[in-house]
């Protein structure tokens, strides 16, 4: 079995969709766990075209194609797995804050994080603290990801950090923050948890952060 | 010897680009055409969903938004009714820039957040009084044809923005102002202070000494702000500058050519708002579009890309005889080094041949966050350069000096002849780079680097550069109306 979960990442890190599939179908049909395709298989594998991007070896839609092949694979474990395996690593709310449209980065790093198996949930561009309340409470994520691109937007982070506190729902979630203008100091002084300079240092810290 | 008069024979001015023919920058225009008609622009702003319906396009309304689908004649109408040469007026009528098809002037990158401090060298947040001082940098500069927001007054209360940006710039500058507005409010505050400094809202109405900028969303998209502002623009009769950023690859196709007709869509579609909303408004074609670097995930601006986008753009805005304002010169270094001076030549280089207006780009570093004092400098330094370079060379019966070469003959010596004398002066000239030999350079320089020099030349600027007085009330006036704006803004909120 380990042979064919070796297949299985090499095939998806080849950006094969169909062969990914037939692969994971086949551990299926031998008996394999949904959780360990997931986890041995499809992960592993992502894990592998996650340095390689780090590294500067693969390009950005490269990683989106090989996401793509392990979300194909997704379909097929899906009705098998619990619905906590389902979610993956982990749920991950994210948005632009309130008054910024800017939404290149926050995309990537959506793309990413689904590529390294978060479930996300994107709600857009110009986000209100009071939306992001709404959201965290319907969706219950484990992290929830700010994007401010603008000087003057990123205040409203610092505020949408408030508005979860006088919720009461600021410790049922982990905060991260990115975007050009953000700062490592800044999501300190805020009362965030972690900052992302990039897509892959997000999905690295990501991690950590559901470990 | 008689040399007489030639009847015409084929002659070219100047060393130009050839970046498409006619034809291929028609079927540019023809594809832009059938995305207005049949894809449309997704437009957020009520009020311009109604002067674009009412002008005789398409609209689809959905939920926060509408799709507006725009015929072709009316856009190539539009185009038309845009005034086709614009002189931006300046506060210093001396520096009124006329932008005449081909005329190729340059001006620093825009909107930056960071500065590299001179003195200390640090990067840090740039301030309102960065603002000011860039602008006074720029005033001395003879190679800054019009003035940038260069960076932004991150210091300054939410909303009021570009209203503090605008009163250091005029305070620092009388060169033509190029700025994006926080709201149509702040963009009506900041003609009161232009007006201030212009003897009034009349004058300011004949000669705006500024142009509000406004950017499309790419891909097709017009937000709720570039629209109001266009239209308050409209109102004011102030000028706007019409500046998408496609990241090819990101937010347009990945082949450039792709990114060129959605680019020239969303431009397109800006300026038919700016013409629905009030016929004749001056509207300049710009750009900063480049390519998202797909292994980085950055808005490479300092790549190869970068040239070859705006340059075309160039050639487009030239197509529609526009006044054109297109990237080149920014650099994606994060300091004042090599890689800076390389990737500034190549595209600032680009878009002067192309005949670009304004260059935009001098001065720029880390993908359009940072800018650097010394690079500024450096930067002005090859603008000269450039500007020398793309008049090309002329052949004239004077330059051809034929006279001068048989008198000269085999073997002689051209530097004591009188036409070396005549001609000497329109040699380019170095400042700070420098072209002496290896012990003067060190007796000159004391092998300082041009980067120090470079920090020191814009130091003493600083320091002692005065530019144009405003108006004796105007210091007062215009703080008196940024006070009142600020205390409105915090009675609204
Ligand atoms: C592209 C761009 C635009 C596009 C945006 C298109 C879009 N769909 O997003 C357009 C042209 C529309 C635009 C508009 C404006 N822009 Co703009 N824009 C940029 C630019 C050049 C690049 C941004 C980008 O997409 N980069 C590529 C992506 C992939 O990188 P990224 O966003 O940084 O994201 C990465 C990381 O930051 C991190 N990250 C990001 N978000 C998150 C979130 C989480 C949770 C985590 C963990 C990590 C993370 O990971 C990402 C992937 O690696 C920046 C300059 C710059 N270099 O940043 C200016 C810039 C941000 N814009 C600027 C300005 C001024 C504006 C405008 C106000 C201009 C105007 N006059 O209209 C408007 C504002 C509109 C608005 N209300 O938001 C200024 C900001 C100045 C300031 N005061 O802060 C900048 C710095 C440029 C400049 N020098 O002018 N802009």
Known sequence: MEELFEKMAEVLIAGKEAEVKSLAQEALDKGAAARDILDKGLLAGMDVVGQRFK?????????????????????????????????????????????????????????MLEGAGFQVIDLGTN???????????????DILGLSALLTTTMPRMEETIQALKEAGIRDQVKIMAGGAPVTQDFIEKIGGDAYGANAASAVDKAKELVA | MKRISRSGIGTTAGFGLAAFSRDELDS?????LQILQDTGIKVLSENALEIFHGGGCEIERFEGYGIVKIPSYVVEECVFWAPRTIVYDARNPDDDYVAEPNRV??????????????LTRDLRRATKKDCGDIARVCDHLDEICVAERVVNSTDVPEGTL????????????GKHIFLGADSPRALSVMAELAAVCSGGMDNLRKRPIFTANVCP????????????????????GVGVMIMPMSLSGGTSSATLAGTLVTHNAEVLSCIVLAQLAKKGLPCTYASTSTILDLRFGTSAIGSPEYGMINATLAKLAQYYRLPSFVGGGASDSKVPDIQSGYEFTLSATMSALAGAN??????????????????????????????????????????????????????????????????????????????????????????????????????????????????????????????????????GL
């Open chain 2, 28 to 32: 540019i225009h023809y594809a832009t």
């Open chain 2, 105 to 118: 002037g340059f001006t620093t990158f825009g909107g930056c957040i960071n500065v590299i401090d001179p």
């Open chain 1, 55 to 111: 590294a500067g070896d693969l390009f950005i839609p490269e990683v989106l194609l090989c996401a793509r092949c392990m979300h194909g694979a997704m379909d097929i474990l899906k009705p098998l797995l619990s619905e906590a395996d389902a979610a993956g690593v982990g749920t991950y709310l994210i948005g632009t804050v309130e008054g910024d449209l800017h939404d290149i980065g926050k995309n990537l790093v959506s793309m």
């Open chain 2, 217 to 236: 969303i790419s891909p097709l998209t017009l937000p709720t702000n570039t629209c109001d502002v266009i239209i308050e623009a409209a109102r004011l």
């Open chain 2, 358 to 491: 304004i260059v935009f780009g001098s001065g720029v570093l880390e993908q359009g966050l940072t800018i650097d004092y010394a690079k500024i400098i450096m930067d002005a330094e090859m603008i000269r350069m450039i500007q020398i370079a793309i008049k090309g060379i002329e052949l004239t019966d004077e330059k051809l000096a034929m006279d001068v070469i048989h008198e000269v003959g085999p073997g002689g010596a051209y530097i004591a002849h009188e036409h070396s004398l005549l001609s000497m002066r329109s040699q380019s000239q170095a400042k700070l780079f420098d072209r002496r030999s290896r012990s003067d350079w060190l007796e000159a320089t004391e092998g300082k680097s041009i980067v120090a020099r470079a920090y020191e030349t814009a130091i003493d600027i600083l320091e002692n550069h005065q530019p144009h007085p405003l108006p004796d009330n105007a210091p007062k006036a215009m703080s008196k109306i940024v006070k009142e704006f600020e205390k409105e803004l915090k009675g």
């Open chain 1, 127 to 141: 986000i209100t603290a009071q939306q992001f309340v709404e959201a965290v409470k319907e969706h219950k994520p």
């Open chain 2, 162 to 173: 570009s209203v503090h940006n605008l009163e250091a710039i005029l305070s620092n500058t």
